[in-house]
C-alpha cells in the first residue's frame, strides 16, 4: 500500500512539474510553412501551381518554390514573405496571373440550372444548393477564386468587386 501512495505521490508531483515547465515554455510548435501558410490569402485557387495555399507554402518552406506565385495576394503577400523569410521583395511574377480586386461570385437565380457543376468546382464550398434546384453562394466565405466560372454550362455566375472590412482591436 505504501508502495501505491510513493508512485502516486511522485506521478503528481512529476505531473505538476511537467504542467509548470508547459506552462512556461508554451507549446510552440508552428513550423515555417505554418507560419507561411497564415500570410497566404487562403483563396485556394490553385493559380500559384499548387492546389491549395498548403501546398503553395510547404513548397516555399522547402525552398521548391520562389515567394511571388500568389496573384490573390499580390505586392502586400510577398512583401510580408519576403520579411518573414529574410528575402528579397520581387514583383508578382505575371505567369501566375494578375493581382485583382476582391470579388465574390454572384449566382442569377432565374439563369441557374441547378447543374451542380459550380458546387463541385468551389475549393472553400462557398456554393449551395442541390441537382435541378438554384444555387446560391455563401457570400462571407467566397475567396472570388474564380473556379466555379469555367464549369457552369449557362454563365450564370459573375463576379462582384467587394470591400472587406478588416477587423480592429
Known amino acids: 500500500m505504501i508502495a501505491v501512495l510513493v508512485i502516486t505521490g511522485l506521478a503528481l508531483a512529476i505531473g505538476a512539474m511537467l504542467s509548470v515547465i508547459h506552462h512556461h515554455t508554451g507549446n510552440n510548435t508552428e ?8 500570410l497566404l490569402p487562403q483563396t485556394q485557387c490553385a ?21 511571388n506565385q500568389c496573384p490573390p495576394g499580390g505586392t502586400h503577400t510577398i512583401e510580408q514573405l519576403a520579411g518573414l523569410l529574410g528575402r528579397e521583395v520581387i514583383p508578382l511574377n505575371s505567369t501566375f496571373g494578375e493581382t485583382k ?7 442569377d437565380e432565374m439563369t441557374c440550372i441547378g ?18 434546384f438554384m444555387h446560391t453562394v455563401i457570400a462571407s466565405e467566397c475567396t472570388g477564386c474564380e473556379l466555379c466560372l469555367p464549369p457552369c454550362p449557362v454563365d450564370c455566375i459573375t463576379l462582384l468587386p467587394v470591400t472587406r472590412s478588416v477587423a480592429t482591436s
Open 47 to 67: 493559380q500559384c501551381g499548387y492546389p491549395g495555399c498548403r501546398p503553395y507554402a510547404d513548397a516555399i518552406a522547402a525552398d521548391e518554390a520562389p515567394i
Open 31 to 38: 513550423t515555417l510553412s505554418d507560419s507561411i501558410n497564415r
Open 115 to 132: 447543374c451542380t457543376l459550380c458546387i463541385h468546382a468551389c475549393p472553400v464550398d462557398a456554393i449551395l444548393g442541390a441537382g435541378k
Open 101 to 107: 480586386p476582391d470579388a465574390v461570385a454572384f449566382i
